[in-house]
Each structure stands twice: as structure tokens, then as C-alpha cells.
């Protein structure tokens, strides 16, 4: 079963075409008629539908205005200047969430950068993780903050 995408205004169009173009499903907000509505609202759309939030947008990085225990799995992207290249390779961090989409119904944040990303998690005994990831000299490294 493969994970399901809820792409706000903030996600370019060129990366929904990338998704697409690796048969993903991704949903728009254009397609389900969310323009121009707070993030809360797709926070909320995202939870309905069961379905990953991926976005440029920043803010849901806030914990205080979108705490883990009440967002869905969502996914923060900084493409760069937007190139293919660049978006592929911020494209790394889904290789979890394409490979266990199970896992990644909600409580999980990720801060998706080229060639780094940081993962927040929370679990159901309520304690929470960040595991940060980076691609050095064609490997991947990781590490966990405690």
C-alpha cells in the first residue's frame, strides 16, 4: 500500500509532477477546493483523508501552533531554487513513508532539506524523538538527540 499526499498551496507543482510521475497519489489543494484556507484547515483535511501534508511552508514547524499529538504525518520541504535535481534529492526523506506508510498515519513531522532532513516523532506512551539524516560522500548518516 502506498502512502497517500496532501500537497498545500505552499508545494510547488513541480515536485506534485515528480510525486505523480512515480505513480503517487497526491492530492492538491486546488483539486479538493482548499484555496486560500488557513493551515489549520489542512492540517485538519490531511487527518481526515489519511493522508501525508507535504508543504514549503515553515509555520507547521511550529510546535506550539501545530503540536505533534494533533497533525497528521506532514513533511516541510526546502527545494532550493527548485531545480528537478534539487527536488529529487529532497525527495530521500520519503523513502520510509513510500517503504511503511503504515507508520506514518500521523504524529511525525519531517524538516526536509537537499541533503539533510530531521525527523520529529511522537509515540503512543506520549515520549517523542528527533532523529536528524544526511547524505556524506554518497552514504547515509544518522543520529538521534536524546
Not at 539533510?116 to 548518516?141: A, I, M, N, P, V
Request: with cysteine; glycine share 4%; aromatic share 14%.
Amino acid at each position: 500500500m502506498d502512502p497517500n499526499f496532501y500537497a498545500d498551496e505552499n508545494f510547488p507543482s513541480r515536485a506534485v509532477e515528480i510525486l505523480r510521475g512515480r505513480k503517487l497519489d497526491v492530492l492538491t489543494v486546488v483539486e479538493a477546493n482548499k484555496c486560500g484556507h488557513p493551515d489549520k484547515n489542512h492540517i485538519a483535511e490531511a487527518l481526515r483523508l489519511g493522508r501525508v501534508l507535504v508543504t514549503s511552508d515553515r509555520d507547521y514547524l511550529d510546535e506550539r501552533r501545530f503540536p505533534l499529538i494533533s497533525c497528521p504525518s506532514l513533511v516541510v520541504f526546502d527545494f532550493g531554487s527548485g531545480t528537478r535535481s534539487e527536488i529529487m534529492r529532497a525527495f530521500r526523506c520519503l523513502r520510509d513513508i513510500i517503504n511503511f506508510p503504515q507508520f506514518f498515519d500521523r504524529w511525525s513531522k519531517f524538516d526536509a532539506k537537499r541533503d539533510e532532513w530531521t525527523s520529529y516523532s511522537r509515540f503512543l506512551d506520549g515520549t517523542t524523538s528527533r532523529d536528524r539524516y544526511r547524505w556524506f560522500r554518497g552514504k547515509l548518516q544518522t543520529w538521534v538527540d536524546i
